[in-house]
């Protein structure tokens, strides 16, 4: 271990040794925990994380495949690994789209026959020899092949050790729409990548060097036109052959090896051949594997010791930094400052700045983004500036698989003092405001009247139906962006958009149906969708992967409105126990409905604020004793210990727990407050963005006792369970004494309340 990765942490063990990437690979398995999905044929969700080697940010992950996504399509994403998949189908070396199973090429070693890709050749793996951490992994398959991976910025290296054998291989190959591979001179494989789906972020060329010469060699495709080619019926196989173009094209390199032969494999992407070759000459000039991977750890050993825990059980360690590694997965990084970057018009021109991928907000904005506010501002600037040159290429913000959430990123960094151009951001989010032709659907349903209205599809199917306007769901979403951009523009002078759209904010009111007591569905004509039952998960036609009670927290902006809408403290307070303690028991499935408490989903974005809500009703010790339960049995209690309720959503489900494990979390993230829960560690020290530290004492600290008692911020007594980002910003101490009984008065009374939108209209 090197100096940069040990000695500050006494007994404890460094951050870079507790982070196991393959913590997320795997489902929960405690039937209680999963509801009732997922349907028959299909695996429980895992978090959908990959345990490859990759760097922070980074469009390169050097990664393990064991899902034939070919064949099937297990899981709603293309994720690239299983963790109960006991085969393992290939390796990939690129970028990608978000979910690395359809990265470009699968690299895969072979020791005697294989079969041409679809019908991958499935080598077993045992799972005690399978190891991971940041910016490496390493597995021993049955065939007897050790394969390591690592990664740089840009580029990927593998290392394959095989047995004795008079036929080893290693199968190069594109996958889906397939696209062009050739054999260049004795030591070289590249490649086109064809088709929407393979684009990758750090282009569709790739180049891969060998560091052994081969001379057995030939090329392969699924056959075109005539199915009779080589009497195999659909694949083309060809020895010695250089180049060849179509689906699932690929090559294959045959050599002897004696046993311990080591082979590598280096491998770079880029816009063209030229680009591929010039980042493989720059970050991977010779065959280093231990140098590359001692350089990974090190930029990992930076990132993660910025965040010191001390106390907690070995496993909370663990999943704390391996949940923190999560959280950095995404944005991911496009462009190096100087480099050369194709926009929408064609042309290429060189970046001032890091250029960052879309930002995953309905994902990420949620509690990520704020995570990054944190840690990460220099970083965050980057991604805003990337988002905001975008919005310029094609005239309105980005926005994310539903609602239009850039505006918490921006008013959330903008409210924790990162500097930025917000006015011009703010010209575009009110774009996406105000035009009805721009990324935000219905928008002109919901201007005229105040809310979208729904449908019941023939038949009222529950899931997994799928075509409907989520019209209650939008609502909710877009009431929640329109407070946030009415406040951005109050802080930078429009007086006349903030009135406009702070009345907007108050439209979640429109879809609460007093009767019922819960959020529900309209149709054209203002009627409440028939039949409701808030307990099935309704997906689009009402809502988006959510049920009623789900839906029905998601005013984070106005906590104490909604107070008022369910009868005040005492029935929101009867109403939140309900959803914490009504059993799961849908007709329908929802695929990543898993980690379940009574009707709150862990493994989905809408309510995983919930928990916190007792901050604003006046009873905190529900919001501390649901932290823990949630940290403790919806993270890790599988039998592998590397379980994840439904899906991380890139870095969405790790930086849920990452927060909550420090003992503080964003219920609304465009807002500098964090609400306090209960930290599972005695000591934790983050040193923020700007170099100062926020330290976080728990005195009396354990699985018992999860109770705040008292508290004192900067020596000064704190009776709120919250704080915001100005009491930190300089540098602060939060110390919590904890004891293993509620303490009803700590944060309960009325004025302790966090601010909510309509408590600032009074």
């Given at each position: 271990?090197?100096?940069?990765?040990?000695?500050a942490y006494?007994?404890e063990?460094?951050?870079?040794?507790?982070?196991n990437?393959?913590?997320?690979?795997?489902?929960?398995?405690?039937?209680?925990?999963?509801?009732?999905?997922?349907?028959?044929?299909?695996?429980?969700?895992?978090?959908?994380?990959?345990?490859?080697a990759?760097?922070?940010?980074?469009?390169?992950?050097?990664?393990?495949?064991?899902?034939?996504?070919?064949?099937?399509?297990?899981t709603?994403?293309g994720?690239p690994?299983?963790?109960?998949?006991?085969?393992?189908?290939?390796?990939t070396?690129?970028?990608?789209?978000?979910?690395?199973?359809?990265?470009?090429?699968?690299?895969?070693?072979i020791?005697?026959?294989?079969?041409?890709?679809?019908?991958?050749?499935?080598?077993?793996?045992?799972?005690?020899?399978?190891?991971?951490?940041?910016?490496?992994?390493?597995?021993?398959?049955?065939?007897?092949?050790?394969?390591?991976?690592?990664?740089?910025?840009?580029?990927?290296?593998?290392?394959?050790?095989?047995?004795?054998?008079?036929?080893?291989?290693?199968?190069?190959?594109?996958?889906?729409?397939?696209?062009?591979?050739?054999?260049?001179g004795?030591?070289?494989?590249?490649?086109?990548?064809?088709?929407?789906d393979?684009?990758?972020?750090?282009?569709?060329?790739?180049?891969?060097?060998?560091?052994?010469?081969?001379?057995?060699?030939?090329?392969?495709?699924?056959?075109?036109?005539?199915?009779?080619v080589?009497?195999?019926?659909?694949?083309?196989?060809?020895?010695?052959?250089?180049?060849?173009?179509?689906?699932?094209?690929?090559?294959?390199?045959?050599?002897?090896?004696?046993?311990?032969?080591?082979?590598?494999?280096k491998?770079?992407?880029?816009?063209?051949?030229?680009?591929?070759?010039?980042?493989?000459?720059?970050?991977?000039?010779?065959?280093?594997f231990?140098?590359?991977?001692?350089?990974?750890r090190?930029?990992?050993?930076?990132?993660?010791?910025?965040?010191?825990?001390t106390?907690?059980?070995?496993?909370?360690?663990?999943?704390?930094?391996?949940?923190?590694y999560h959280?950095?997965?995404?944005?991911r990084?496009?462009?190096?400052?100087?480099?050369?970057?194709?926009?929408?018009?064609g042309?290429?021109?060189?970046?001032?700045?890091?250029?960052?991928?879309?930002?995953?907000?309905?994902?990420?904005?949620?509690?990520?983004?704020a995570?990054?506010?944190?840690?990460?501002?220099?970083?965050?600037?980057d991604?805003m500036?990337?988002e905001?040159?975008?919005?310029?290429e094609?005239?309105?913000?980005?926005?994310?698989?539903?609602?239009?959430?850039a505006?918490?990123?921006?008013?959330?960094?903008?409210?924790?003092?990162?500097?930025?151009?917000?006015?011009?951001?703010?010209?575009?989010?009110?774009?996406?405001?105000?035009?009805?032709?721009g990324?935000?659907?219905?928008?002109?349903?919901?201007?005229?009247?105040?809310?979208?209205?729904?449908?019941?599809?023939?038949?009222?199917?529950?899931?997994?139906?799928?075509?409907?306007?989520?019209?209650?769901?939008?609502?909710?979403?877009?009431?929640?962006?329109?407070?946030?951009?009415?406040?951005?523009?109050q802080?930078?002078?429009?007086?006349?958009?903030?009135?406009?759209?702070?009345?907007?904010?108050?439209?979640?009111?429109?879809?609460?149906?007093?009767?019922?007591?819960?959020?529900?569905?309209?149709?054209?004509?203002?009627?409440?969708?028939?039949?409701f039952?808030?307990?099935?998960?309704?997906?689009?036609f009402?809502?988006?992967?959510?049920?009623?009670?789900?839906?029905l927290?998601?005013?984070?902006?106005?906590?104490?409105?909604?107070?008022?809408l369910?009868?005040?403290?005492?029935?929101?307070?009867?109403?939140?126990?309900?959803?914490?303690?009504?059993?799961?028991?849908?007709?329908?499935?929802?695929?990543?409905?898993?980690?379940?408490?009574?009707q709150?989903?862990?493994g989905n974005?809408?309510?995983?604020?919930?928990?916190?809500?007792?901050a604003?009703?006046?009873?905190?010790?529900?919001?501390q004793?649901?932290?823990?339960?949630?940290?403790?049995?919806?993270?890790?209690?599988?039998?592998s210990?590397?379980g994840?309720?439904?899906?991380?959503?890139?870095?969405?489900?790790?930086?849920?727990?990452?927060?909550?494990?420090?003992?503080?979390?964003?219920v609304?993230?465009?807002?500098?407050h964090?609400?306090?829960?209960?930290?599972?560690?005695?000591?934790?020290?983050?040193?923020?963005?700007?170099?100062?530290?926020?330290?976080?004492?728990?005195?009396?600290?354990?699985?018992?006792?999860?109770?705040?008692?008292?508290?004192?911020?900067?020596?000064?007594?704190?009776?709120?369970?919250w704080?915001?980002?100005?009491?930190?910003?300089?540098g602060?101490?939060?110390?919590?004494?904890?004891?293993?009984?509620?303490?009803?008065?700590w944060?309960?009374?009325?004025g302790?309340?966090?601010?909510?939108?309509?408590?600032?209209?009074?």
């Amino acid at each position: 271990m090197d100096a940069q990765t040990s000695g500050a942490y006494g007994s404890e063990r460094a951050p870079i040794d507790e982070a196991n990437p393959l913590v997320g690979t795997a489902p929960l398995d405690r039937p209680e925990l999963v509801g009732n999905a997922p349907p028959p044929g299909e695996p429980v969700y895992s978090g959908q994380t990959s345990p490859g080697a990759r760097l922070p940010h980074s469009s390169v992950e050097v990664a393990p495949v064991n899902v034939n996504l070919e064949l099937s399509y297990p899981t709603g994403v293309g994720a690239p690994y299983h963790h109960p998949n006991p085969t393992m189908l290939g390796f990939t070396a690129g970028g990608g789209p978000t979910y690395g199973g359809r990265a470009k090429p699968f690299i895969m070693p072979i020791v005697g026959d294989w079969t041409v890709p679809p019908v991958y050749t499935s080598v077993h793996y045992d799972k005690a020899r399978e190891t991971a951490s940041p910016g490496y992994y390493a597995v021993d398959l049955d065939s007897g092949v050790k394969v390591e991976l690592t990664a740089s910025r840009w580029t990927g290296l593998m290392r394959f050790t095989f047995p004795k054998s008079s036929r080893s291989s290693v199968l190069v190959n594109l996958p889906r729409a397939g696209g062009t591979v050739e054999v260049v001179g004795d030591h070289t494989i590249r490649g086109l990548a064809e088709g929407r789906d393979n684009e990758v972020a750090d282009g569709p060329y790739f180049v891969a060097e060998f560091s052994r010469p081969f001379t057995n060699y030939g090329t392969f495709r699924k056959a075109p036109g005539d199915r009779s080619v080589w009497g195999i019926g659909d694949k083309d196989v060809e020895a010695a052959r250089r180049s060849v173009s179509g689906g699932f094209a690929g090559s294959y390199i045959t050599f002897p090896t004696a046993n311990g032969d080591k082979l590598l494999v280096k491998i770079a992407h880029g816009h063209s051949y030229a680009e591929a070759e010039q980042r493989l000459r720059a970050e991977s000039p010779g065959w280093n594997f231990d140098g590359i991977h001692a350089a990974a750890r090190r930029t990992w050993a930076d990132l993660l010791n910025r965040v010191e825990v001390t106390g907690g059980t070995r496993r909370q360690r663990q999943l704390f930094y391996s949940t923190l590694y999560h959280s950095f997965s995404s944005p991911r990084l496009v462009a190096r400052k100087g480099d050369q970057l194709r926009g929408r018009s064609g042309s290429a021109v060189a970046t001032a700045y890091d250029r960052y991928s879309p930002v995953p907000y309905w994902d990420t904005a949620r509690n990520q983004i704020a995570l990054l506010e944190l840690l990460e501002p220099d970083l965050l600037a980057d991604v805003m500036r990337s988002e905001l040159e975008t919005a310029r290429e094609r005239g309105f913000m980005n926005t994310s698989f539903h609602g239009d959430h850039a505006v918490l990123m921006y008013l959330g960094a903008m409210e924790r003092g990162v500097p930025f151009d917000y006015s011009g951001a703010y010209d575009f989010l009110r774009k996406n405001a105000f035009d009805p032709n721009g990324p935000r659907p219905h928008l002109d349903e919901y201007l005229r009247q105040g809310w979208i209205s729904d449908i019941v599809p023939p038949g009222s199917p529950s899931p997994p139906y799928a075509g409907g306007k989520a019209g209650m769901d939008k609502t909710l979403e877009y009431a929640w962006d329109d407070y946030a951009l009415g406040q951005m523009a109050q802080r930078l002078g429009k007086g006349d958009d903030a009135a406009v759209l702070m009345k907007r904010a108050g439209n979640y009111r429109h879809v609460f149906d007093r009767s019922t007591g819960f959020m529900r569905g309209r149709t054209a004509e203002g009627r409440w969708i028939e039949p409701f039952d808030p307990g099935e998960p309704y997906y689009n036609f009402a809502s988006k992967e959510a049920s009623g009670w789900s839906n029905l927290w998601l005013v984070p902006h106005d906590v104490s409105g909604l107070i008022s809408l369910l009868g005040g403290r005492d029935a929101f307070n009867a109403k939140l126990d309900a959803f914490f303690a009504t059993p799961y028991a849908p007709k329908g499935i929802c695929r990543d409905c898993t980690g379940l408490i009574g009707q709150y989903v862990q493994g989905n974005q809408p309510d995983q604020h919930a928990p916190y809500l007792y901050a604003w009703s006046g009873q905190p010790w529900k919001t501390q004793a649901l932290v823990r339960r949630i940290l403790d049995q919806l993270y890790g209690s599988d039998a592998s210990g590397y379980g994840y309720p439904g899906m991380d959503d890139q870095g969405s489900t790790s930086s849920w727990y990452a927060l909550s494990a420090l003992g503080f979390y964003p219920v609304d993230p465009s807002t500098p407050h964090f609400i306090i829960g209960s930290p599972i560690f005695d000591r934790a020290r983050l040193r923020m963005g700007n170099g100062k530290v926020l330290e976080i004492i728990a005195r009396n600290n354990s699985a018992a006792n999860a109770y705040v008692q008292s508290a004192t911020l900067n020596g000064r007594l704190w009776n709120k369970p919250w704080f915001s980002h100005a009491d930190i910003k300089d540098g602060a101490t939060l110390v919590l004494t904890m004891g293993a009984k509620p303490n009803t008065g700590w944060g309960s009374a009325p004025g302790a309340v966090p601010p909510s939108m309509s408590r600032m209209e009074q």
